[in-house]
């Protein structure tokens, strides 16, 4: 099983650029779909970005597209988000999480293994 825990969070400027990363101390890294979300205070979890167990398939929430690339390493076991011309809008804290279970790509109850967020702030 994937043990999950996000780093690379932090404060930027409306324009910058950050990049994620998600590291697994678990095992079958390389075996789980994996995915990103957000959640802004007093928001619900959001869908961000997915990604396959290969890397060859990847998903984008409308929001985010042509600005966040999700890739991932499985020879290192670590996911990336690279966020770049970011927007106060995109304030929240991140989690990576496995796919675990059957359901949507962009619905949180298929996800688990969720690592602990890593905060990212937007400044105008």
């Known amino acids: 099983q994937v043990q999950l825990a996000e780093s690379g969070g932090g404060l930027v400027q409306a324009g910058g650029s950050l990049r994620l990363s998600c590291t697994n101390s678990g095992r079958a890294f390389s075996t789980y779909a994996l995915a990103w979300f957000r959640q802004a205070p007093g928001k619900e979890r959001d869908f961000v970005s997915f990604?396959?167990?290969?890397?060859?398939?990847?998903y984008y929430a409308d929001s985010v597209k042509g600005r966040f690339t999700i890739s991932r390493d499985n020879a290192k076991n670590t996911l990336f988000l690279q966020m770049n011309k970011l927007e106060p809008e995109d304030t929240a804290v991140y989690y990576c999480a496995a796919k675990v279970r059957a359901g949507s790509y962009h619905g949180a109850d298929s996800f688990g293994s969720w690592g602990q967020g890593t905060q990212v702030i937007v400044s105008s």
């Open positions: 990604i396959t167990s290969s890397g060859s398939v990847t």
